[in-house]
């Protein structure tokens, strides 16, 4: 590949929500100037560090991805700085695809005028739910109007794609207010949505509350599961109605505003990430994937920095890479393609697996392909853990045949 994407990790938030199980947190706005300088060191020492690890770092950028936490607290001169150093380092394409993550309520004009000034031009922002309700009992400190007025400011301001994050099983959800939601995001006017089933996680504090029915963050007022694959299933329904396809598991966009970033990850080509608890996937010279994974604790990654942890794919990990990604699109997974890079033997080793989810209408084919149903995308992680598996299974020296 002869282009990158970066992703820069901005892991501090001004509440941090009751569902939530990223590495971010509360801290003080004193830590900001010091986390910038760190980035901007490990942007600097990217090309060497690549080097050690005889990884191929392109210098042509075509897309940018600033997530947290709430990237959006931060000053503009910090984010302009951030942005200067990724321009001294690497070219960026003048078309690439520049998004900064956004928390409604937390976004104010200076930095909206600064964000421009760096080219963002696509805004994700974390509503998850229009209902008042819902949004402060898990520690959300917006309200509906206020998520409708600032994708009003970024829309009016030339912003060309946004797209809103919602959640289906927050407490106190029911199917009617989660059709307002719905409702409510195509009124906005966004080209793109996100949409999530509430995880039951022990890292967060509503999914430990969950597991010992406790009551302090609302966990009695969480739909069932039924219920959630219910709205799941009616948010597909209904998006695709307003013209707005999914074309990943989680993801629905009207025709051209599919994220060009986060097709990276799923179709396994080459980013650079920075900041804590940041992931790269980068090609090695031997033509293998690279993974790489830096801390999950802010005071570790300032204090005491260490190198990241690295992992040289073999190619049985990264053919169970392209089942478990390449099917959380829309598009599925082409036989063809995989045979040809893998070879026919290793491909032809999951065909008994492939049969049986064929007959347990977990997968379907299309086109030439194979793609998850309905029914597969809601058990979507069990399907993906059976390919797994499978490839657990296989030599990772297995010779390949090549076929043409």
Request: include cysteine.
């Amino acid at each position: 590949m002869d282009s990158l994407g970066l992703y820069i990790s901005i892991p501090f938030c001004r509440s941090k929500c009751s569902y939530c199980n990223f590495a971010s947190g509360v801290y003080p706005v004193s830590a900001l100037p010091g986390y910038i300088n760190r980035l901007c060191e490990d942007l600097q020492g990217a090309r060497m560090r690549a080097e050690e690890q005889q990884a191929v770092l392109p210098r042509r950028v075509d897309s940018i991805y600033l997530g947290g936490g709430t990237p959006s607290i931060l000053p503009p001169e910090l984010l302009q700085r951030l942005f200067a150093e990724i321009h001294r380092q690497f070219r960026v394409a003048p078309s690439a695809e520049i998004t900064i993550e956004c928390a409604p309520g937390q976004m104010e004009d200076a930095f909206l005028e600064g964000m421009l000034a760096c080219g963002v031009n696509r805004v994700s922002f974390g509503v998850q739910s229009f209902i008042n309700r819902e949004g402060a009992v898990t520690g959300r400190l917006h309200n509906r109007e206020i998520a409708i007025r600032d994708v009003a400011r970024v829309l009016a301001a030339g912003v060309a794609s946004v797209n809103v994050d919602l959640i289906a099983g927050l407490p106190y959800q029911t199917m009617e207010s989660w059709k307002e939601s719905l409702e409510t995001l195509i009124s906005t006017g966004a080209n793109h949505a996100s949409i999530y089933m509430l995880e039951v996680d022990e890292d967060s504090r509503l999914g430990r509350e969950l597991m010992s029915s406790g009551g302090r963050y609302h966990a009695a007022a969480v739909p069932d599961d039924e219920a959630m694959a219910d709205m799941y299933l009616a948010a597909i329904d209904f998006l695709q109605e307003q013209g707005i396809e999914q074309y990943e598991i989680s993801n629905f966009a009207r025709p051209g505003a599919e994220s060009r970033h986060n097709l990276r990850y799923w179709q396994r080509q080459p980013y650079l990430g920075v900041g804590v608890d940041a992931h790269s996937m980068l090609i090695g010279k031997d033509a293998r994937s690279i993974r790489l994974a830096i801390a999950d604790d802010l005071s570790d990654y300032l204090e005491a920095p260490r190198d990241p942890v690295v992992v040289h794919l073999s190619e049985v990990e990264q053919m169970e890479e392209e089942w478990f990604l390449g099917l959380r699109l829309a598009k599925g997974v082409s036989l063809g393609a995989l045979t040809r890079q893998y070879g026919g033997e290793r491909v032809s080793a999951f065909r008994p697996l492939l049969s049986e989810l064929l007959d347990e209408k977990l997968l379907e084919k299309y086109a030439g392909r194979l793609r998850l149903t309905s029914r597969g995308r809601l058990i979507s992680n069990d399907v993906f853990a059976r390919f797994i598996a499978e490839t657990s299974e296989q030599p990772a020296n297995t010779q390949l045949i090549s076929v043409v």
